[in-house]
T-cell receptor, first 111, second 120 residues
């Protein structure tokens, strides 16, 4: 059984500022992976960043980084230097083959 | 490299009719997944294939739903006797073949644009 919780339904950030989106998860699996996906309005889901649960080192992809706290079962996404194109729904997901998604956080970047 | 494609993009049908959706995965990917996404929610897993074999089905996949991947390439999802509760976005995703080292790349799922189904 697996659950993914995103506690922030909506967030906003000024352009060029930094924002952190929260995610907590619970799983009975030993081998699992965590992902953040971005879904712009009326557009398809895009993989933003991934993290292997057995790795201690936090993943980074350009302006996107994660803070993975395995003991706390927390997997937050930090977006630095926010851009208008970052406006989207952001989904946290976990699993191996079968992904479980959170309900999403709607992020608005304000000019 | 073309991404995952889905057809049709939109489908409006009357309650009780049957509908079929198609998904074409990224060409070298041997795993294919179906998810359903309703308004304001994250995607929910329905089923997945490795090559031609359907390996897992969610309890969300009622008897009215059937998925196939006959040649291990494209997949179809059929809904029989549609109900208004079936209205949703149906998403397809694919992931790369397993490597001997079982790298993370094998678990990254790439999504198509989805088929939006409206049942009237």
């Amino acid at each position: 059984a697996q659950t993914v919780t995103q506690s922030q339904p909506e967030m906003s950030v000024q352009e060029a500022e930094t924002v952190t989106l929260s995610c907590t998860y619970d799983t009975s699996e030993n081998n699992y992976y965590l992902f953040w996906y971005k879904q712009p309005p009326s557009r398809q889901m895009i993989l933003v960043i991934r993290q292997e649960a057995y790795k201690q080192q936090n993943a980074t992809e350009n302006r996107f980084s994660v803070n993975f706290q395995k003991a706390a079962k927390s997997f937050s996404l930090k977006i630095s230097d926010s851009q208008l194109g970052d406006t989207a729904m952001y989904f946290c997901a976990g699993g191996s083959y079968q992904l479980t998604f959170g309900k999403g956080t709607k992020l608005s970047v304000i000019p | 490299d073309t991404g995952v494609s889905q057809d049709p993009r939109h489908k409006i049908t009357k309650r009780g009719q049957n509908v079929t959706f198609r998904c074409d995965p990224i060409s070298e990917h041997n795993r294919l997944y179906w998810y359903r996404q309703t308004l304001g929610q994250g995607p929910e897993f329905l089923t997945y294939f490795q090559n031609e074999a359907q390996l897992e089905k969610s309890r969300l996949l009622s008897d009215r739903f059937s998925a196939e991947r006959p040649k291990g390439s494209f997949s179809t999802l059929e809904i029989q006797r549609t109900e208004q509760g079936d209205s949703a976005m149906y998403l397809c995703a694919s992931s790369a073949a397993l490597s001997a080292a079982l790298t993370l790349l094998s678990y990254e799922q790439y999504f198509g644009p989805g088929t939006r189904l409206t049942v009237t």
